[in-house]
Protein backbone atom coordinates (compact mmCIF):
# COMPACT_ATOMS: atom_id res chain seq x y z
CA UNK A 1 0.00 0.00 0.00
CA UNK A 2 1.31 3.28 -0.99
CA UNK A 3 1.58 5.63 1.83
CA UNK A 4 -0.98 8.93 1.89
CA UNK A 5 1.56 11.40 1.06
CA UNK A 6 2.94 9.99 -2.20
CA UNK A 7 -0.65 9.37 -3.05
CA UNK A 8 -1.29 13.01 -2.75
CA UNK A 9 1.55 13.66 -5.01
CA UNK A 10 0.56 11.43 -7.47
CA UNK A 11 -2.93 13.30 -8.11
CA UNK A 12 -1.25 16.41 -7.86
CA UNK A 13 1.63 15.59 -10.86
CA UNK A 14 -1.40 14.01 -12.87
CA UNK A 15 -3.48 16.94 -12.84
CA UNK A 16 -0.90 19.36 -13.46
CA UNK A 17 -0.19 17.22 -16.86
CA UNK A 18 -3.91 17.15 -17.22
CA UNK A 19 -3.34 21.30 -16.85
CA UNK A 20 -0.30 21.47 -18.55
CA UNK A 21 -1.51 19.40 -21.79
CA UNK A 22 -4.35 21.90 -22.03
CA UNK A 23 -2.38 25.22 -21.66
CA UNK A 24 -3.75 25.74 -18.60
CA UNK A 25 -0.80 24.99 -15.78
CA UNK A 26 0.38 29.18 -15.14
CA UNK A 27 3.13 29.93 -13.08
CA UNK A 28 2.88 32.60 -11.17
CA UNK A 29 5.71 34.41 -10.00
CA UNK A 30 5.86 35.33 -5.93
CA UNK A 31 8.74 35.89 -3.01
CA UNK A 32 9.30 34.04 -0.22
CA UNK A 33 10.23 34.76 3.35
CA UNK A 34 13.46 35.25 2.40
CA UNK A 35 13.24 37.59 -0.26
CA UNK A 36 13.20 34.92 -2.84
CA UNK A 37 11.27 34.51 -6.33
CA UNK A 38 9.84 31.31 -6.37
CA UNK A 39 6.71 29.81 -7.32
CA UNK A 40 3.67 28.11 -5.89
CA UNK A 41 4.58 25.19 -8.00
CA UNK A 42 8.01 24.96 -7.40
CA UNK A 43 7.09 21.58 -5.24
CA UNK A 44 4.75 20.29 -7.98
CA UNK A 45 7.58 20.66 -10.74
CA UNK A 46 10.05 18.43 -8.31
CA UNK A 47 7.47 16.01 -8.13
CA UNK A 48 7.32 15.62 -12.23
CA UNK A 49 11.03 15.74 -12.57
CA UNK A 50 11.36 12.85 -10.54
CA UNK A 51 10.48 11.12 -13.67
CA UNK A 52 13.12 10.64 -16.36
CA UNK A 53 10.69 12.07 -19.14
CA UNK A 54 9.50 15.04 -17.45
CA UNK A 55 10.22 16.73 -20.70
CA UNK A 56 7.85 15.55 -22.28
CA UNK A 57 3.92 16.37 -21.97
CA UNK A 58 1.00 14.06 -21.69
CA UNK A 59 -1.23 12.92 -24.77
CA UNK A 60 -4.56 14.38 -23.33
CA UNK A 61 -6.70 17.11 -25.07
CA UNK A 62 -10.23 18.91 -23.99
CA UNK A 63 -12.91 17.00 -24.76
CA UNK A 64 -15.40 19.17 -27.02
CA UNK A 65 -18.36 18.91 -29.12
CA UNK A 66 -18.29 18.74 -32.80
CA UNK A 67 -21.91 18.31 -34.13
CA UNK A 68 -21.11 19.58 -37.77
CA UNK A 69 -18.56 16.80 -38.96
CA UNK A 70 -17.34 15.86 -42.55
CA UNK A 71 -16.88 12.20 -42.52
CA UNK A 72 -18.56 9.37 -41.68
CA UNK A 73 -17.15 6.52 -39.26
CA UNK A 74 -18.32 2.69 -39.81
CA UNK A 75 -17.63 -0.62 -38.21
CA UNK A 76 -19.11 -3.32 -40.09
CA UNK A 77 -19.29 -7.38 -39.18
CA UNK A 78 -15.71 -8.53 -39.31
CA UNK A 79 -18.09 -11.47 -41.97
CA UNK A 80 -19.48 -8.96 -43.39
CA UNK A 81 -16.93 -6.80 -44.17
CA UNK A 82 -16.14 -5.85 -48.16
CA UNK A 83 -13.64 -3.44 -49.29
CA UNK A 84 -15.17 -0.43 -51.18
CA UNK A 85 -15.47 -0.03 -54.64
CA UNK A 86 -12.53 2.54 -55.45
CA UNK A 87 -13.19 5.62 -58.16
CA UNK A 88 -11.05 8.75 -58.85
CA UNK A 89 -12.07 10.53 -55.79
CA UNK A 90 -11.51 8.05 -53.32
CA UNK A 91 -7.98 7.59 -51.91
CA UNK A 92 -7.96 3.93 -49.84
CA UNK A 93 -5.04 4.53 -46.84
CA UNK A 94 -4.23 1.43 -44.58
CA UNK A 95 -3.17 2.05 -41.13
CA UNK A 96 -1.58 -0.10 -38.30
CA UNK A 97 0.38 0.38 -35.04
CA UNK A 98 2.57 -2.29 -33.59
CA UNK A 99 4.49 -3.46 -30.63
CA UNK A 100 7.60 -5.16 -30.23
CA UNK A 101 9.68 -5.27 -27.14
CA UNK A 102 8.30 -2.28 -26.01
CA UNK A 103 8.91 -0.45 -29.01
CA UNK A 104 5.75 0.97 -30.84
CA UNK A 105 5.69 1.29 -34.28
CA UNK A 106 3.29 2.73 -37.31
CA UNK A 107 2.48 1.98 -40.82
CA UNK A 108 0.88 3.98 -43.42
CA UNK A 109 0.07 2.14 -46.88
CA UNK A 110 -1.62 4.08 -49.84
CA UNK A 111 -2.25 1.53 -52.86
CA UNK A 112 -2.61 4.34 -55.21
CA UNK A 113 -2.27 8.51 -54.70
CA UNK A 114 -3.77 10.59 -56.92
CA UNK A 115 -3.75 7.91 -59.57
CA UNK A 116 0.07 8.51 -59.90
CA UNK A 117 0.46 4.62 -59.88
CA UNK A 118 3.05 4.66 -57.21
CA UNK A 119 2.07 3.18 -53.74
CA UNK A 120 2.73 4.96 -50.49
CA UNK A 121 4.65 3.28 -48.14
CA UNK A 122 5.84 4.93 -44.48
CA UNK A 123 6.79 3.24 -41.32
CA UNK A 124 7.35 5.19 -38.44
CA UNK A 125 9.32 4.65 -34.61
CA UNK A 126 7.10 6.44 -32.15
CA UNK A 127 9.35 5.94 -29.14
CA UNK A 128 9.29 3.25 -26.17
CA UNK A 129 6.89 5.47 -24.44
CA UNK A 130 4.18 5.60 -26.82
CA UNK A 131 1.36 2.94 -26.73
CA UNK A 132 -0.20 1.23 -29.55
CA UNK A 133 -3.32 3.21 -29.38
CA UNK A 134 -1.42 6.30 -30.40
CA UNK A 135 -0.65 4.69 -34.18
CA UNK A 136 -4.06 4.15 -35.28
CA UNK A 137 -6.12 7.43 -35.83
CA UNK A 138 -9.68 7.09 -37.69
CA UNK A 139 -9.88 4.10 -39.92
CA UNK A 140 -10.63 0.41 -38.85
CA UNK A 141 -10.74 -3.06 -40.97
CA UNK A 142 -10.40 -6.55 -39.77
CA UNK A 143 -7.20 -7.52 -39.19
CA UNK A 144 -4.88 -10.61 -40.45
CA UNK A 145 -8.04 -11.61 -42.53
CA UNK A 146 -6.50 -11.55 -45.74
CA UNK A 147 -6.80 -7.93 -47.00
CA UNK A 148 -3.87 -6.79 -48.85
CA UNK A 149 -3.68 -3.16 -47.86
CA UNK A 150 -4.05 -4.27 -44.18
CA UNK A 151 -1.51 -6.72 -44.48
CA UNK A 152 0.84 -3.69 -45.89
CA UNK A 153 0.52 -1.50 -43.73
CA UNK A 154 0.73 -4.05 -40.71
CA UNK A 155 4.26 -5.30 -42.32
CA UNK A 156 4.99 -1.49 -42.06
CA UNK A 157 3.97 -0.97 -38.65
CA UNK A 158 6.27 -3.93 -37.22
CA UNK A 159 9.23 -3.04 -39.26
CA UNK A 160 8.76 1.21 -37.65
CA UNK A 161 8.56 -0.49 -34.12
CA UNK A 162 12.06 -2.57 -35.09
CA UNK A 163 13.72 -1.04 -37.58
CA UNK A 164 15.91 1.90 -36.44
CA UNK A 165 16.18 3.47 -40.16
CA UNK A 166 12.53 3.82 -39.59
CA UNK A 167 11.57 7.08 -39.44
CA UNK A 168 11.02 8.79 -35.73
CA UNK A 169 8.38 10.51 -34.23
CA UNK A 170 8.00 12.26 -30.91
CA UNK A 171 4.61 12.32 -29.34
CA UNK A 172 3.08 13.44 -25.82
CA UNK A 173 3.20 10.60 -23.28
CA UNK A 174 0.03 8.60 -23.12
CA UNK A 175 -1.51 9.31 -19.50
CA UNK A 176 -1.23 5.50 -18.44
CA UNK A 177 2.40 5.46 -19.13
CA UNK A 178 2.97 8.63 -16.90
CA UNK A 179 0.70 7.33 -13.92
CA UNK A 180 2.68 3.94 -14.37
CA UNK A 181 5.77 6.10 -13.70
CA UNK A 182 4.42 7.87 -11.00
CA UNK A 183 3.71 4.93 -9.30
CA UNK A 184 7.47 3.75 -9.76
CA UNK A 185 8.54 6.68 -8.42
CA UNK A 186 6.02 6.33 -5.44
CA UNK A 187 6.94 2.58 -4.66
CA UNK A 188 10.98 3.87 -5.10
CA UNK A 189 10.32 6.54 -2.53
CA UNK A 190 8.70 3.89 -0.36
CA UNK A 191 11.44 1.66 -0.36
CA UNK A 192 13.91 4.57 0.39
CA UNK A 193 12.01 5.58 3.20
CA UNK A 194 11.11 1.82 4.76
CA UNK A 195 14.97 0.97 4.48
CA UNK A 196 15.67 4.14 6.84
CA UNK A 197 12.49 3.58 8.76
CA UNK A 198 13.62 -0.23 9.14
CA UNK A 199 17.52 0.25 9.78
CA UNK A 200 16.83 2.61 12.97
CA UNK A 201 13.44 0.82 14.50
CA UNK A 202 15.43 -2.72 14.84
CA UNK A 203 17.47 -0.08 16.49
CA UNK A 204 15.44 1.09 19.28
CA UNK A 205 12.67 -1.32 19.48
CA UNK A 206 11.70 -3.71 21.76
CA UNK A 207 9.38 -6.58 22.43
CA UNK A 208 8.58 -4.97 25.61
CA UNK A 209 7.44 -1.92 24.26
CA UNK A 210 4.19 -3.05 22.84
CA UNK A 211 2.23 -3.03 26.26
CA UNK A 212 3.36 0.40 27.07
CA UNK A 213 2.45 1.90 23.75
CA UNK A 214 -1.12 1.00 24.22
CA UNK A 215 -1.39 3.24 27.14
CA UNK A 216 -0.07 6.51 26.29
CA UNK A 217 -2.05 9.77 26.05
CA UNK A 218 -1.93 11.23 22.67
CA UNK A 219 1.13 13.71 22.92
CA UNK A 220 3.72 10.75 24.13
CA UNK A 221 2.72 8.12 21.75
CA UNK A 222 3.01 10.88 18.88
CA UNK A 223 6.52 11.53 20.34
CA UNK A 224 7.00 7.62 20.75
CA UNK A 225 6.20 7.19 17.38
CA UNK A 226 8.68 9.99 15.69
CA UNK A 227 11.33 8.07 18.28
CA UNK A 228 10.68 4.84 16.72
CA UNK A 229 10.43 5.25 13.04
CA UNK A 230 12.76 8.23 12.70
CA UNK A 231 10.55 10.60 11.11
CA UNK A 232 10.43 13.58 13.25
CA UNK A 233 11.79 17.78 13.98
CA UNK A 234 15.28 16.26 13.54
CA UNK A 235 17.49 17.83 11.32
CA UNK A 236 18.56 14.46 10.13
CA UNK A 237 14.95 13.84 8.78
CA UNK A 238 14.50 17.36 8.15
CA UNK A 239 16.61 17.48 5.73
CA UNK A 240 15.37 14.66 3.52
CA UNK A 241 12.86 16.70 2.48
CA UNK A 242 14.45 20.01 1.98
CA UNK A 243 18.24 19.66 1.84
CA UNK A 244 18.89 22.78 -0.17
CA UNK A 245 17.80 25.12 3.22
CA UNK A 246 17.86 22.17 6.46
CA UNK A 247 21.54 21.42 7.29
CA UNK A 248 21.74 17.43 8.92
CA UNK A 249 24.13 19.26 11.27
CA UNK A 250 22.41 19.65 14.97
CA UNK A 251 21.25 23.11 15.77
CA UNK A 252 22.83 23.61 18.91
CA UNK A 253 25.94 21.62 19.08
CA UNK A 254 27.08 22.03 15.44
CA UNK A 255 29.25 19.27 15.90
CA UNK A 256 27.21 16.42 14.48
CA UNK A 257 24.19 15.49 12.24
CA UNK A 258 21.20 15.27 14.68
CA UNK A 259 20.45 11.82 14.71
CA UNK A 260 18.42 10.26 16.79
CA UNK A 261 20.92 8.76 18.68
CA UNK A 262 22.87 11.98 18.86
CA UNK A 263 19.63 13.51 20.44
CA UNK A 264 18.89 10.49 22.62
CA UNK A 265 22.43 9.94 23.76
CA UNK A 266 25.10 12.24 22.41
CA UNK A 267 24.51 16.35 21.99
CA UNK A 268 25.81 18.68 24.88
CA UNK A 269 22.66 20.61 24.58
CA UNK A 270 20.41 17.97 26.72
CA UNK A 271 23.70 16.91 28.73
CA UNK A 272 21.71 17.84 32.25
CA UNK A 273 18.80 16.44 31.24
CA UNK A 274 20.19 12.83 29.85
CA UNK A 275 21.82 12.95 33.49
CA UNK A 276 18.35 13.22 34.86
CA UNK A 277 16.89 10.75 33.22
CA UNK A 278 19.58 8.04 32.08
CA UNK A 279 21.86 8.47 35.38
CA UNK A 280 24.36 8.99 32.49
CA UNK A 281 25.43 12.07 29.83
CA UNK A 282 26.81 10.12 27.05
CA UNK A 283 25.54 7.13 25.47
CA UNK A 284 24.17 5.75 22.15
CA UNK A 285 20.45 4.89 21.37
CA UNK A 286 20.82 1.30 21.55
CA UNK A 287 22.20 0.86 24.99
CA UNK A 288 19.10 3.07 26.31
CA UNK A 289 16.36 1.61 24.46
CA UNK A 290 17.97 -1.55 26.53
CA UNK A 291 18.37 -0.42 29.91
CA UNK A 292 15.03 2.00 30.43
CA UNK A 293 11.65 1.32 29.89
CA UNK A 294 9.93 3.38 26.47
CA UNK A 295 7.97 5.65 29.04
CA UNK A 296 11.28 7.18 30.49
CA UNK A 297 12.25 7.48 27.21
CA UNK A 298 9.55 9.66 26.07
CA UNK A 299 9.81 11.50 28.51
CA UNK A 300 13.58 12.88 28.04
CA UNK A 301 11.65 13.26 24.47
CA UNK A 302 9.10 15.11 26.02
CA UNK A 303 10.69 17.03 28.30
CA UNK A 304 13.27 18.79 25.49
CA UNK A 305 10.37 19.87 23.49
CA UNK A 306 12.44 19.26 20.58
CA UNK A 307 9.85 16.72 18.64
CA UNK A 308 7.96 20.12 18.86
CA UNK A 309 9.86 22.72 17.61
Given at each position: ??P ?5 E???A?G?L??ES???W ?8 K ?14 R ?6 L?Q??Q??T???D ?8 VP??Y ?5 N ?7 T???M?ND????G?Y ?7 G?P ?6 I ?10 RL?W ?5 GY?G???A ?6 G ?6 Q ?6 PRT????A ?8 M ?6 M?S???TV????Y??PL??L ?9 Q?L?G?C ?6 N?Y ?6 K??P?C ?14 PM ?5 G????C ?6 E??E?F ?6 G ?8 N?
Open positions: MIIDLCIEEALIRLNNQIKEPMINQGHITTHTKLCDKILGVSFAEKDQTSLNITFFATKFPNDREPQMEDTIMCYDGSMRVGAVIPELYRTTVKKSYHGERSTIFQAVRIPAHMSNEKDELAKKSGDNEASVTLPVVWKNLRLRSHQKREQLKDQHFHWRPSTKSNGKNKLRAATYTHELNYHLKKPQSISICHSMEEETMNHFIGQCWFNRRRFFNYYSSVSIARPLRKIVYICSTNRFQ
